[in-house]
T-cell receptor
Framework: DAGVTQSPTHLIKTRGQQVTLRCSPK?????VSWYQQALGQGPQFIFQ???????QRGNFPDRFSGHQFPNYSSELNVNALLLGDSALYLC?????????????FGPGTRLTVL | AQTVTQSQPEMSVQEAETVTLSCTYD???????LFWYKQPPSRQMILVIR??????QNATENRFSVNFQKAAKSFSLKISDSQLGDAAMYFC???????????FGDGTTLTVKP
């Protein structure tokens, strides 16, 4: 089992550009959550996808959007990049259940905006 | 909104000694989950231990144990017989039972001295 995978590992963009980050969930998982982790801080919840729809969203502007595909993989898109968008972006997957479901995190994508 | 506070930005411990990391949280919910995650320099967020709020018994995983005080909204992590491999950033996290977002503290950097 490959666990949660993310691509790319690192990314450098300039202000105003757009970026797409990708996440493949752990086998058997159908729910994907995205987090932004600024340097020296804890992860902040961006949004969660389930059944190809955004189920919950944190306090992030509309410049942050996402998508989930039928195979449960997901993309995070950020438009009009700002310097403050520089961060580690973490993807976490879980299995939707009324009972406890552990979130497994990927290694993250380090985004640098110049 | 739920908040998680880790008041110790940095902690250090001698190898083989015991260290306790502190965490407090705020919520109006009665049922929820609490977690401690470890994030080494490799960035992969790893679950260390979890606690269900409805359980009075403190969770234990090998050398890791928690002191869960629900009324005080306190959730500390004790690491016994510290090892060099325990050096990492540790995050306390809260999650509602609806399997939505996790709310993280800003972390505690643990240094283990040989």
């Amino acid at each position: 089992d490959a666990g949660v995978t993310q691509s790319p590992t690192h990314l450098i963009k300039t202000r105003g550009q757009q970026v797409t980050l990708r996440c493949s969930p752990k086998s058997g998982h159908d729910t994907v959550s995205w987090y932004q982790q600024a340097l020296g801080q804890g992860p902040q919840f961006i949004f969660q996808y389930y059944e190809e729809e955004e189920r919950q969203r944190g306090n992030f502007p509309d410049r942050f959007s996402g998508h989930q595909f039928p195979n449960y993989s997901s993309e995070l898109n950020v438009n009009a990049l700002l310097l403050g968008d520089s961060a580690l972006y973490l993807c976490a997957s879980s299995r939707d259940s009324r009972y406890y479901n552990e979130q497994f995190f990927g290694p993250g994508t380090r985004l640098t905006v110049l | 909104a739920q908040t998680v506070t880790q008041s110790q930005p940095e902690m250090s411990v001698q190898e083989a000694e015991t260290v306790t990391l502190s965490c407090t949280y705020d919520t109006s919910e009665s049922d929820y989950y609490l977690f401690w995650y470890k994030q080494p320099p490799s960035r992969q967020m790893i679950l260390v231990i979890r606690q269900e709020a409805y359980k009075q018994q403190n969770a234990t995983e090998n050398r890791f144990s928690v002191n869960f005080q629900k009324a005080a909204k306190s959730f500390s992590l004790k690491i016994s017989d510290s090892q060099l491999g325990d050096a990492a950033m540790y995050f306390c996290a809260y999650r509602n039972t609806n399997a939505g977002k996790s709310t993280f503290g800003d972390g505690t950097t643990l240094t283990v001295k040989p």
